[in-house]
């Protein structure tokens, strides 16, 4: 069994490939991705005597990945949607009565962030003020994801007791 | 049993884990999996569904909080990409020598960081001097080098050291206010509840606690040999111990010698991500002896129960009522 037909139809047709999927997704890392799932997709086919037009076949396979993409970025975005829907509140609850409340707590919890460990606040104020990722964080830090986690998780923790002790 | 009394324990439960999922929902790239799970954790009760609203408001007003420690964008901490990848060094292996070479201030930088593990896990780790821990389940570290002292801070759980000889920095883990100290060697620290265990399987290992860091606090352990210290207390006598049996957890198992039933389940119960309550009356059951592998750690503590004649009720993730 040989593999070099279809091995040699992706090379020749890789640049192509890189076109085709750079238009669509117009992400140089993500079309990256997809032309190695390309060239995953084809490594995996064990009769290549059976077909026809290695060309074909290739750009075929190069369609079927970038779909597969769309696909799970697709899913991705719905994850992320409803992860959102979770973690908003709508406006009805939320009353004059506890904004008040909620600017006297504010200023307990700047005071007691204020105290903790420097490493852990920092990481704390990247994810909840500015939005970063723990991945990126971690990325960021050169630490693992689940540092990240435990950091944001004993800050979270120690401003709830803080909330609980107050009433 | 009354449900009512341990009511408060199972609420406190709950917002536990209603807090571990507002920050694993907002860590990014939530999987479908743990949404699912989150979702079925919420649908468990009402009370679930309420301890989430309000920890998700807590968590929306945390929003506003003063960030102006904080440069405008996240700056990254100096990180030698190339040198060496924190990947790598968390996995563990052959980055010893690579990490020796990297210059000491920047060391300084990278390491103060936090090694963790979740229920259930054990994760091996290898320092930048050589030296390795293993964290046993639930366990955290921050791993404080500077120069002169290679200081490991254990924040709780229980991990084994093997210490790289070197005269010039001393290795030292602290853990609630006391201090164990080598030069080389291996040693096993555990730090649960207000207690400090320190039990040695190579080298000498000195341990000091308590008000003053002199020789009266101080208890020096060979090959074999253990102390414990409570938070802030100098350590007790030193006693001889079977390695095998209490280090027994290496190799993924958890060894009981007589040991009371209430401590023997707690003892299971670091293995599990549920709460553990148990009912009062339980002070004259029988002592424990057995055997069991920690990944089978659901398993064993209905085996437990049962020995005791009591039943197991257990709400995944959540809460394991023994009564």
């Known amino acids: 069994m040989t593999l070099t037909r279809l091995m040699t139809s992706f090379a020749t047709l890789r640049p192509r490939i890189e076109a085709l999927t750079r238009g669509r997704v117009g992400c140089s890392a993500t079309s990256e991705d997809i032309v190695q799932d390309t060239w995953i997709r084809l490594s995996n086919v064990r009769h290549d005597d059976a077909i026809d037009n290695h060309a074909a076949f290739t750009m075929q396979a190069a369609k079927n990945a970038a779909i597969g993409h769309f696909r799970k970025q697709q899913r991705r975005n719905e994850i992320d949607a409803e992860v959102n829907e979770l973690l908003s509140t709508s406006v009805d609850e939320i009353s004059p009565e506890r904004i008040v409340m909620g600017r006297d707590m504010l200023r307990a919890v700047d005071k007691a962030l204020q ?25 960021q830090l050169g630490i693992s994801d689940e540092a990240v986690y435990y950091h944001i998780r004993r800050v979270v923790e120690r401003l709830a007791e803080l909330r609980d002790s107050n009433g | 049993m009354g449900k009512g009394q341990h009511g408060s324990e199972i609420d406190r439960g709950i917002a536990l884990d209603a807090r571990d999922w507002i920050v694993r929902l907002s860590a990014g790239n939530v999987s479908r999996q743990d949404l699912d799970r989150f979702n079925a954790w919420r649908a468990q009760s ?5 301890a989430f609203a309000r920890e998700k408001e807590f968590w929306q007003l945390l929003q506003n909080v003063d960030g102006s420690g904080l440069d405008v964008a996240p700056v990254a901490m100096p990180m030698p990409r190339s040198a060496v990848s924190r990947r790598k060094f968390l996995v563990g292996g052959a980055v010893a020598a690579s990490a020796a070479a990297v210059a000491a201030p920047r060391v300084l930088t990278w390491m103060r960081s936090d090694f963790a593990t979740g229920a259930g896990e054990q994760v091996s780790a290898t320092l930048p001097d050589g030296s390795t821990m293993l964290l046993n389940t639930n366990s955290a570290v921050d791993v404080d080098f500077r120069p ?14 093997s210490v790289r000889p070197d005269t010039r920095a001393p290795f030292r883990v602290a853990a609630l206010g006391g201090n164990s100290d080598a030069v080389e060697g291996t040693y096993a620290v555990r730090s649960i509840a207000d207690e400090v265990t320190v039990t040695a399987s190579a080298g000498r290992i000195s341990v000091s606690g308590g008000a003053k ?15 414990r210290y409570l938070t802030g207390k100098a350590p007790l006598a030193v006693a001889d111990v079977n390695l095998e049996s209490e280090l027994a957890w290496r190799g993924g198992r958890v060894v009981f010698e007589g040991k009371p039933f209430v401590s023997a389940i707690g003892e299971l119960g670091r293995y ?7 009912a009062t009356h339980t002070h004259d059951a029988s002592p424990v002896s057995a055997v069991f ?15 005791q004649g009591m039943s197991v009720h257990r709400v995944p993730g959540v809460v394991i009522v023994i009564s």
Request: net charge positive; charged share 25%; no cysteine.
């Open chain 2, 148 to 161: 002169g002292l290679r200081l490991v801070n254990l924040l709780s759980g229980e991990v084994e050291f």
């Open chain 2, 46 to 50: 009402p009370g679930h569904a309420r």
């Open chain 2, 272 to 278: 599990v991500p549920e709460r553990l309550v148990i």
């Open chain 2, 293 to 307: 592998l920690t990944r089978d750690a659901h398993d064993a503590i209905e085996a437990l129960a049962q020995t």
């Open chain 1, 115 to 139: 105290t903790m460990p420097e490493r852990s606040r920092r990481i704390f104020l990247m994810n909840r003020v500015n939005g970063v990722s723990h991945r990126e964080i971690a990325r």
């Open chain 2, 213 to 227: 860091a002199d020789a009266a606090n101080t208890v020096s352990l060979a090959t074999g040999q253990q102390t």
